[in-house]
């Protein structure tokens, strides 16, 4: 018999978004936290270089929209950035109250103060970003996760990933989940659902994400009814850590806002060629650059020089970075640090309003895998770690204003694998990722044409329907599930870089180098979309 879990909201994806969110709800509510992996594995966990949010008395909230307009390229919905960024300082004092040690000022020595130590990043005009070193996610994901271990309310599920959401009576009534230890499909059923699993820079060949950036809640959401929109800007983080032992590990934005110099292998600076801002322009613009750079000399790298500081000042605002150059012999107070562009955030993803809800009632996407307007066509420095905050806070709100009018979820079927065999060809599996990645570098990479989509298009439909023959025929696996979403992802993302005839932001098309005279969402609606929540609003 089926395991059958029941609980009054079931949240997938435990960073920061899942997190917040378990948190913010009332403590009557039985609350299930799906994760994939261990606690403190996933992005939030890895990110370096902190949140963006008001908290100068020099800084305004209206510089703060106007920095994301600029950066999104008239993509951005004015509301959802002004929605956002006006609930920064509150976000942040929660974090505080539950026990986010922020860097102070040096010459602050109590965190009553408030007067923290804020850094730079590119396209911000402000020194706004709050963070913990360059531990900034670590430091959250740990006081987050230990507060929601503590919860009574809170049932915390490790090593389980989510195959599909269960749809019953126009209703998102649950999600069935694989626990990954004895490799059986369990039934959750909630009232409401959450989908936190993160993005999909794990589509591509090279990128700064876990392993788990898979893109699950946006292929189940995709398949469950709802709309995705803006999923070809991909935002490739310009400066990677280049080394044969390095696998994925991200050299922060926060060097270059404190100095740091972008060179290329013969020690000469290059970005001020392609923007006024140089190093601080924003990240599309820097990894063009250095993409165009590398293609033109037949480069392997550049170079992030920081080595004009002095040690203990990198020592103590880049711990992190310092050790692990350290670990592979690089001193960074004394050479430049290899450095490659590669995948680092989804901008686009699941149609979502101010409030997390998708076409589907029931159903919630926060965070990296929720389209909410903020990005736009290119993510500021930053912003993401404050999207998460605020949109698990209102979401959480909006769950425990509507629950109570929502019935119990009807049973619905357990899983049958009755019909289904043991794989003996994984090999099949590892083939078509490996493929699926390298095609998704090589075509829908950081410059585009017509010519590399359409091949690209070609190949994830082959590869689709040999990954749905190969899952009608056999038991679930985590690694069948994650190839079976980033395959269903990535042919979005491409769909969607065909539908865009301009250059804008974190699209770059060789064919259409210029922008069209009207910034417009790419937005894909599946065939069997009910379009029950309120449609996206505009771009500003």
Request: one cysteine or more.
């Amino acid at each position: 018999m089926a395991t059958l879990h029941q609980h009054d909201v079931l949240i997938i994806g435990t960073g920061a978004a899942g997190l917040s969110l378990a948190l913010h709800l009332p403590a009557h509510l039985r609350i299930a936290l799906i994760c994939k992996g261990q606690l403190n594995e996933g992005s939030t966990y890895w990110a370096q270089g902190g949140m963006a949010a008001v908290l100068h008395t020099r800084d305004t909230v209206n510089s703060h929209v106007e920095d994301t307009l600029a950066a999104g390229a008239g993509l951005c919905h004015r509301e959802a950035v002004e929605f956002t960024v006006n609930n920064s300082r509150r976000c942040v004092e929660w974090l505080v109250s539950q026990g986010v040690d922020f860097d102070l000022r040096e010459d602050q020595h109590s965190i009553e103060q408030r007067e923290f130590h804020l850094t730079m990043e590119g396209g911000h005009s402000h020194r706004r970003i709050i963070h913990a070193a360059d531990r900034t996610g670590r430091a959250i994901s740990e006081v987050l996760t230990e507060k929601a271990m503590a919860a009574d309310n809170i049932q915390l599920f490790p090593r389980r990933v989510a195959v599909d959401l269960v749809v019953s009576q126009g209703r998102c009534q649950g999600a069935y989940i694989l626990d990954r230890d004895n490799e059986r499909v369990e039934l959750f059923q909630a009232r409401a659902v959450v989908l936190a699993t993160g993005g999909a820079s794990k589509a591509y060949l090279y990128t700064s994400n876990p392993d788990g950036a898979s893109g699950d809640g946006i292929a189940m959401a995709w398949r469950a009814g709802c709309r995705v929109a803006n999923l070809e800007f991909n935002q490739f983080h310009p400066t990677c850590l280049y080394h044969p032992e390095a696998k994925s590990f991200l050299i922060t934005e926060a060097i270059r806002g404190e100095g740091g110099r972008l060179l290329l292998p013969d020690g000469s600076r290059f970005m001020q060629r392609f923007d006024e801002r140089a190093e601080l322009a924003p990240r599309d613009i820097v990894a063009r650059a250095i993409d165009h750079e590398m293609k033109r000399l037949g480069a392997d790298c550049v170079f992030l020089d920081i080595s004009h500081k002095p040690r203990e000042f990198l020592e103590s605002h880049f711990p992190t970075i310092t050790e692990r150059c350290a670990e592979l012999g690089i001193d960074i107070a004394a050479e430049p640090i290899p450095v490659v562009p590669a995948a680092h955030y989804t901008c686009g993803g699941v149609v979502v309003d101010t409030r997390g809800r998708t076409d589907l009632p029931g159903l919630y996407a926060i965070g990296e895998t929720s389209c909410t307007g903020l990005h736009g066509a290119n993510r500021m420095a930053s912003n993401s770690l404050l999207e998460c905050i605020v949109y698990a806070e209102s979401a959480a709100r909006d769950i425990a204003g509507s629950l109570p009018g929502v019935p119990a979820p009807a049973l619905a079927r357990p899983w049958d694998e009755s019909k289904v065999t043991d794989s003996d060809e994984d090999v099949v599996i590892s083939h078509n990722w490996d493929e699926l990645r390298r095609f998704m570098w090589d075509y829908v990479g950081i410059v585009r044409t017509n010519k590399r989509l359409q091949r690209a298009v070609h190949r994830v439909e082959l590869l689709q329907a040999e990954i749905a023959e190969y899952y009608g025929n056999y038991k679930v696996s985590n690694d069948l599930l994650e190839l079976r979403n980033l395959a269903m992802v990535a042919e979005l993302m491409i769909r969607c870089a065909i539908s865009r005839r301009e250059s804008r932001g974190l699209h770059y098309t060789l064919d259409y180098p210029g922008l069209a005279p009207e910034a417009v969402d790419t937005i894909l609606t599946p065939g069997n979309s009910t379009l029950q929540a309120e449609p996206h609003p505009k771009p500003a």
